[in-house]
């Protein structure tokens, strides 16, 4: 008889602080979602039952059912008949700042992979070749890459950069991130002009990314520049928006 499986929340060091004005679902939740951020509660992980954990942290039921609940909304966890309530992945929270999505996975504990598609010489665009200030049909190197995370497909890029800046190694490029490469070969990122925006999911796109023809995707663009002023890059990305997410701080004009 096959052993049951040992419910994965054990291992968390979870607490709740009663004299906090924090409701204790809340604290719960955040608990599980950062254990699920951080991969310590990896997808396809079931949750034990709710009267134990409820039990073990001296909660009450419908305090543990809120608090799963309300992950479940987020689409971090799901409820399966017959299965139990199982991770279904986290969401990367990406802070709008001059970062490498390989970078903001790794430091989120994401475990990124990456499948370079294309790496060659391509004649530039007219999009192209404005956005990286050399003339049309000129060479520009293309590099397009599928992103994962935990064995996932997150975000298809496709990147645009003037020819001879850095050896683009396909190997390389399936172990590190872009910027990593640019910052070893002495190239100082300064600043970008990024435009984010949605779209319908073309069959192709929806393939790649394991998503339905039509689905939503979150779409960037985005052309850095290095210390001089030059354009170093010119990206075009699009993400599943289940899985990935942009955040901005916004301030008050004085």
Same mark, same amino acid.
């Given at each position: 008889?096959?052993?049951?499986?040992?419910?994965?929340?054990?291992?968390?060091?979870?607490?709740? %602080?009663?004299?906090?004005?924090?409701?204790?679902?809340?604290?719960?939740?955040?608990? &599980?979602?950062?254990? $699920?951020?951080?991969?310590?509660?990896?997808?396809?992980?079931? &949750?034990?039952?709710?009267?134990?954990?409820?039990?073990?942290?001296?909660?009450?039921?419908?305090?543990?059912?809120?608090?799963?609940?309300?992950?479940?909304?987020?689409?971090?966890?799901?409820?399966?008949?017959?299965?139990?309530?199982?991770?279904?992945?986290?969401?990367?929270?990406?802070?709008?700042?001059?970062?490498?999505?390989?970078?903001?996975?790794? /430091?989120?504990?994401?475990?990124?992979?990456?499948?370079?598609?294309?790496?060659?010489?391509? #004649? /530039?665009?007219?999009?192209?070749?404005?956005? &990286?200030?050399?003339?049309? %049909?000129? %060479?520009?190197?293309?590099?397009?890459?599928?992103?994962?995370?935990?064995?996932? #497909?997150?975000?298809?890029?496709?990147?645009?950069?003037?020819?001879?800046?850095?050896?683009?190694?396909?190997?390389? &490029?399936?172990?590190?991130?872009?910027?990593?490469?640019?910052?070893?070969?002495?190239? *100082?990122?300064?600043?970008?002009?990024?435009? $984010?925006?949605?779209?319908?999911?073309?069959?192709?796109?929806?393939?790649?990314?394991?998503?339905?023809?039509?689905?939503?995707?979150?779409?960037?663009?985005?052309? *850095?520049?290095?210390? *001089?002023?030059?354009?170093?890059?010119?990206?075009?990305?699009?993400?599943?928006?289940?899985?990935?997410?942009?955040?901005?701080?916004?301030?008050?004009?004085?």
């Amino acid at each position: 008889m096959p052993k049951p499986e040992v419910d994965p929340t054990v291992q968390l060091e979870l607490s709740v %602080d009663r004299s906090s004005p924090v409701p204790l679902y809340f604290q719960l939740s955040q608990q &599980l979602e950062a254990a $699920i951020e951080h991969g310590t509660l990896t997808p396809g992980s079931l &949750l034990g039952n709710e009267i134990e954990l409820a039990a073990r942290l001296g909660l009450s039921r419908p305090t543990v059912r809120q608090a799963i609940q309300s992950l479940v909304d987020k689409g971090l966890l799901v409820r399966r008949r017959g299965v139990g309530t199982q991770v279904v992945h986290s969401q990367v929270k990406r802070p709008l700042e001059l970062s490498s999505l390989y970078d903001d996975l790794e /430091a989120a504990g994401q475990r990124p992979a990456t499948r370079v598609l294309v790496n060659k010489l391509v #004649p /530039a665009s007219a999009e192209v070749a404005a956005a &990286l200030g050399v003339a049309e %049909d000129s %060479d520009v190197h293309r590099v397009e890459r599928l992103r994962l995370a935990h064995g996932e #497909p997150m975000a298809y890029l496709c990147n645009f950069l003037p020819p001879g800046l850095i050896d683009l190694d396909t190997d390389q &490029l399936e172990t590190t991130g872009l910027y990593r490469l640019m910052r070893a070969a002495g190239i *100082t990122l300064h600043s970008a002009r990024q435009s $984010i925006g949605a779209r319908a999911a073309t069959t192709e796109e929806a393939d790649r990314l394991a998503e339905e023809t039509g689905a939503p995707l979150l779409t960037m663009q985005r052309v *850095t520049f290095d210390d *001089t002023g030059r354009a170093v890059e010119y990206g075009t990305h699009t993400y599943r928006p289940t899985r990935y997410s942009f955040e901005f701080q916004l301030l008050v004009r004085p």
